[in-house]
């Protein structure tokens, strides 16, 4: 099991650019699939972005080309890199870790609002 903690949200304009991170406490990170989903209000928490224990990734088309996962398994930590932020982009973004048999971890979110 791993606990993960978000960082990097905040306030920026449309066209702006934010890096989140997600820093990872306990063992075994480099077995876990990443995952950043985000959840804005009134809507489903939706899969933004994977990054799986393999180096594959993948992307929702909404953020294709413009958004880029990547992880640091030596310093226990995932990132977002997010650019041409659209102010559909406006929500909580969450880390989660996932590997078999059942683990599946969340982070609190960390909120990220961009402005017309």
């Known amino acids: 099991q791993v606990q993960l903690v978000e960082s990097g949200g905040g306030l920026v304009q449309a066209g702006g650019s934010l890096r989140l991170s997600c820093a990872a406490s306990?063992?075994?990170?480099?077995?876990?699939?990443i995952g950043w989903y985000r959840q804005a209000p009134g809507k489903q928490r939706e899969l933004v972005a994977t990054?799986?224990?393999?180096?594959?990734?993948d992307y929702a088309d909404s953020v294709k080309g413009r958004f880029t996962i990547s992880r640091d398994n030596a310093k226990n930590a995932a990132y977002l890199q997010m650019n041409s932020l659209k102010p559909e982009d406006t929500a909580v973004y969450y880390c989660?870790?996932?590997?078999?048999?059942?683990?599946?971890?969340w982070g609190q979110g960390t909120q990220v609002t961009v402005s017309a």
């Open positions: 989660n870790a996932h590997r078999w048999p059942g683990y599946n971890d």
């Open positions: 306990g063992s075994g990170f480099s077995l876990y699939n």
């Open positions: 990054f799986t224990s393999g180096g594959s990734t």
